[in-house]
């Protein structure tokens, strides 16, 4: 059996003849277009393009703030240092496992809170509505304190609670070594974001048109096959563009980590790498070096997914 | 849907709820712990105490949580209205023009919105000390326009597209001036989706830290995210938890409020701006 969507449908025509003659009016509307768009469009531009021009300029010198003088320019070197490092890789290699469990356990766990929204009878659903935003909008240095109180060895409930687990007792020190901390960052980055994930997905399935799923259940279908075949493929633009959202939010982990371990046992993400460097050991040259190299990861993992997985986002939002 | 099934959809989304309010309940408990009460492995406190609110509010944490508050608020709300006003415009001109530079200006803002932070701090540190801007509110709102203006056109593009436009023109042949049609017609179907906007875009400011901590040094300018994760390392009193519980209780009640006043607006912006069919 193979997947049952519907035929694709042309959303909506063409709105103007073609440009093949541009009348004044284009004209001036463009002119207008661009006079109203183009003050945020600019302020956009200055926040981002300018600091990453900056700091492409500064990745080629060694330049330590506390040393001013000895600025002096080292082309890539500063990027062979941090390529040649193992803090680097190891750093890029924890974020990307934090990403990826994080992602893959949102994902699933925020479909099933999507399908019980959908489902869930009309008197109950604004008490979960409302419920599953106050993750959303909790600040994320409040919900990793939260979390970090309750795993403590000294202040938390966790152990005393879980002791009847193997492997938990009263002095079990969570952030003692690097599986457990990393379990517990994961666990409250997943608290925080799952709500975010399940949104965009209950408003995917939404998109699955009804008359599919009647149909697959007159022919006989079970629940599971349902699910696989005609739900999933149906609402397959919000899943992606769920992923790549989260994908990239994950991969600037930072304020967790900052909180709950501060980077001890190796949980160092690569935001917290050139934090370090920039703002705490004053390496401009560094640091810069390393915040060029995060963005060009971002770019990377976000290529993959557009160019990859065909993630159409105009599509996704209904503009294709 | 039988009764049986009921009941489960019931529990689920029970269990939903407990999922979502659990962490909070705990942060909320531990605050109104007294220092004495804080490690003993429970979850409730063993009798109410209000001093870690008295400690942040009035006591020894009060010179650096109170600046906080007041820079959090401030710098967030004017972070909040320029990029409302910036989006406004940009979002009217996606919605209603026919202009050749829509995509380009959606995919700007998607590209801002996914900026790794740190990659902008970086220059912004050197350059804001160097011109005078680190530690001020102004060092602080212009990077924060970095992530509430793309949501902000995003989501506001969303909204206006679903405005009938058409009804300025009936107002107008109707015999409405041109202001008139645009005061009693367009602007009460558009406020709702600048107020969503506007609520979506606070959120992601108040909840930055990263701008926080590294482009401010003293409560000039820092804000309350940034002053509880500083807490620890830089106050004086031997056990922050209680008080950064109560701070983190504090700066949570502005969030909630607003989820449980427009929790369906809320929902609406999310998903409006990233997904529709």
């Known amino acids: 059996m193979s997947t049952t969507t519907l035929p694709p449908t042309k959303k909506d025509a063409p709105k103007s003849a073609p440009a093949a003659t541009t009348s004044d009016r284009a004209k001036s509307e463009r002119k207008l277009g661009w006079l109203l768009a183009g003050p945020a469009f600019l302020v956009m531009l200055a926040v981002t393009a300018y600091p990453i021009l900056q700091a492409t300029y500064e990745s080629l010198f060694s330049y330590r703030l506390t040393d001013p003088d000895n600025r002096s320019f080292v082309g890539l070197e500063n990027y062979g240092v941090i390529l040649s490092d193992p803090l680097w890789w190891r750093s890029l290699w924890v974020t990307a496992l934090i990403t990826f469990i994080t992602v893959l356990v949102e994902l699933v766990l925020g479909f099933a809170l999507a399908m019980v929204m959908a489902k869930a009878l009309s008197s109950i659903r604004p008490i979960v509505r409302a419920a599953i935003l106050i993750p959303y909008a909790v600040i994320t240095v409040v919900s990793a304190y939260a979390w970090q109180f309750a795993f403590n060895i000294n202040t938390g409930f966790v152990n005393s609670w879980f002791a009847w687990i193997p492997g938990v007792g009263t002095d079990t020190d969570w952030f003692g070594d690097f599986g457990t901390s990393l379990f517990v960052i994961c666990l409250a980055e997943i608290w925080k974001t799952t709500p975010f994930i399940s949104l965009l997905l209950l408003a995917g399935l939404a998109q699955v048109p009804e008359v599919l799923q009647e149909a697959a259940k007159v022919d006989g279908a079970t629940w599971w096959q349902r699910l696989w075949k005609v739900t999933l493929p149906n609402m397959k633009a919000a899943i992606m563009v769920a992923l790549l959202f989260r994908t990239l939010d994950a991969f600037r982990i930072f304020d967790s980590i900052f909180v709950m371990t501060a980077g001890a046992n190796g949980t160092e993400s690569v935001s917290f790498l050139a934090y370090r460097q920039t703002i705490s050991r004053l390496e401009i040259g560094l640091g810069s070096a390393l915040s060029v190299l995060l963005f060009l990861s971002v770019v990377l993992i976000a290529m993959v997914f557009i160019k990859g997985f065909k993630v159409d986002l105009a599509q996704a939002r209904g503009e294709g | ?277």
């Not at chain 2, 709820?17 to 009460?37: E, G, M, N, R, T």
């Not at chain 2, 701090?121 to 212009?142: E, H």
């Not at chain 2, 436009?165 to 009936?170: I, N, R, S, T, V």
């Open chain 2, 1 to 277: 849907m039988s009764r049986r099934e009921k009941i489960w959809w019931w529990l689920g989304g029970a269990l939903i709820v407990v999922y979502c309010l659990f962490p909070i309940a705990w942060i909320v408990s531990l605050s109104l712990k007294a220092p004495s009460d804080l490690n003993t492995g429970g979850f409730l406190p063993s009798a109410l105490s209000w001093e870690n609110y008295d400690l942040i509010l009035s006591g020894g944490a009060s010179d650096l949580f109170l600046p906080a508050l007041r820079n959090s608020f401030g710098i967030c709300l004017i972070a909040t209205a320029i990029s409302c006003l910036l989006a406004m415009f940009a979002a009217y001109a996606i919605a209603r023009l026919d202009f050749p530079g829509k995509k380009v200006i959606l995919s700007t803002a998607l590209i801002v919105a996914i900026f790794p932070i740190i990659s902008i701090v970086t220059p912004l540190f050197n350059l804001w000390r160097n011109i005078g801007l680190y530690d001020t509110w102004p060092g602080l709102i212009i990077p924060y326009l970095s992530l509430t203006l793309p949501i902000s056109i995003w989501t506001m593009s969303a909204f206006f597209r679903e405005i009938p436009w058409e009804m300025e023109q009936a107002a107008q042949v109707d015999g409405a001036t041109t202001w008139q049609a645009f005061r009693k017609v367009i602007v009460p179907l558009a406020a709702p989706g600048v107020f969503t906007t506007a609520i979506i875009a606070f959120f992601i400011a108040w909840n930055d830290f990263l701008y926080g901590i590294s482009l401010t040094s003293t409560s000039a300018a820092r804000p309350v995210p940034a002053a509880i994760g500083l807490f620890s390392g830089e106050s004086q009193f031997v056990e922050p938890t209680g008080a950064i519980a109560a701070a983190a209780v504090v700066v949570t009640i502005p969030v909630i409020l607003l989820v449980l006043l427009f929790q369906r607006r809320i929902v609406a912006g999310l998903t409006n701006g990233a997904v529709k069919g």
